[in-house]
């Protein structure tokens, strides 16, 4: 089972990699992410308390896997509604089923999406590649640029490739750097530290 999914790399100070090297069977299940860097459009409101209409209130919250903290107004990805009516090729932008991206419900409007904070990265994701060799994949929001992307692994830094994209559709306009750094020469069963960054962002923490 794959859990914990909310953007780690953004909330905890170091990062560890563990490479086991092993097979294993994964299942996976979707939880509320929350993206506390994510730029509001609006005053978002708490999720725990969108309207004092019961209906609405109640059907916000049926988005969510887990029941909702009082205090919370970040922008999300709620687990329950986040894909629901697509598929490849789908262009059904309903805003709840996160289409776009994470967003937040707003004070005297409802859905709304949030804007990705420029030159951060995110997404971080680790591949096993080979023997002893991961891939390290992660997107930015920035301009393109010819500088490349860097992995620091136990404090060695490592260059990687950039693919720039303008948006993958006219619904999304959004655009976004994909970089892959490959960290290669891990050892089975040890811990390592590592961290990311594209060509012209700021460090994964």
């Known amino acids: 089972r794959i859990s914990n999914l909310r953007q780690q790399s953004m909330a905890r100070p170091t990062t560890r990699l563990v490479a086991m090297l092993v097979a294993a069977t994964a299942t996976a299940e979707m939880e509320d992410i ?63 089923n996160s289409f776009a991206g994470p967003w937040c419900y707003c004070d005297g409007v409802g859905e709304t999406y949030c804007d990705a904070p420029a030159a951060t990265p995110e997404q971080i994701n680790l591949q096993i590649a080979g023997p002893g060799i991961l891939v390290a994949s992660f997107v930015t929001f920035d301009a393109p640029t010819d500088k490349p992307p860097v992995a620091e692994l136990d404090g060695v830094a490592i260059d990687g490739v950039t693919h720039w994209y303008e948006h993958m559709t006219e619904e999304e306009q959004r655009n976004y750097s994909l970089h892959f750094v490959e960290l290669a020469g891990l050892a089975p069963r040890q811990s390592y530290t590592y961290r990311v960054r594209g060509g012209v962002s700021a460090w994964s923490p």
């Not at 309207?51 to 999300?76: G, K, V």
């Not at 509604?81 to 932008?93: E, F, H, I, K, P």
């Open 34 to 96: 929350f993206m506390p860097l994510y730029v509001p459009r609006c005053a978002c409101l708490p999720w725990a308390a969108v309207s004092s209409n019961a209906t609405e209130q109640a059907r916000i919250e049926s988005y969510f896997t887990a029941p909702l903290p009082a205090d919370n107004s970040e922008c999300a990805f709620p687990g329950r509604s986040a894909g629901l009516g697509l598929c490849d090729g789908c262009t059904d932008d309903a805003v709840y």
